[in-house]
């Protein structure tokens, strides 16, 4: 293991050094979460391909995504709700939706005319009724987790969780009310 911050950071960046204590996101999800429901679940995609999380930095110009979004990404393309084995919602939206919507939202000139810039938000997942959450990026880069929710009829942006994990763990056991 290094210890020296330098040793560690000259690694990283020759790719010999990997972070090990990346989080097992479908775990968490099917195991962590108390469900309100038991006939609630999951389903997971196949990994998010290197090249659209790629993309999705370019597209928008960050020299980041948020770590724990990236990580989720590497192992599924997303998290699908379920009810009885049946596709209800996304939890976490697939990449191509996350490049589709976040894209939409910054270009389309209507959006433009009634609403504040959405460039400082990287929109991941939706409530069902229109309002989206993201992350905050200045910059291109991401200083804190904290996630977003964006009310579509009065073009608020709310705080609502720390970080992706607790998104996740409160708003599949009704704790973010919307």
Known sequence: ????PLE??????Y???????EMDWKEYVTKGI???????GFSFNPPAPANLIFYVKRQ??????????????????????????????????????VIETNKKYR???DFKELYMSFEQLLFFSDAGNGDLFGFVTLNGRFEKNDIFVWNH???SRTWIAPNLKMFIEWWTNGKIKI
């Open 15 to 21: 790719g010999q050094y990997k972070e090990t204590l």
């Open 153 to 155: 009829e009065e073009d």
């Open 34 to 40: 108390e469900m309100q429901d038991e006939t609630n």
């Open 107 to 109: 270009t389309l000139p």
């Open 60 to 97: 928008f110009g960050l020299d980041e995504l948020p770590k724990e979004l990236e990580e989720l990404y590497r192992q599924t393309n997303g998290i699908i709700q379920t009810i009885n084995g049946e596709k209800i919602g996304e939890l976490i939206w697939t990449i191509e939706r």
């Open 1 to 4: 293991m290094l210890r020296n």
């Open 8 to 13: 560690r950071k000259a690694a990283e960046r």
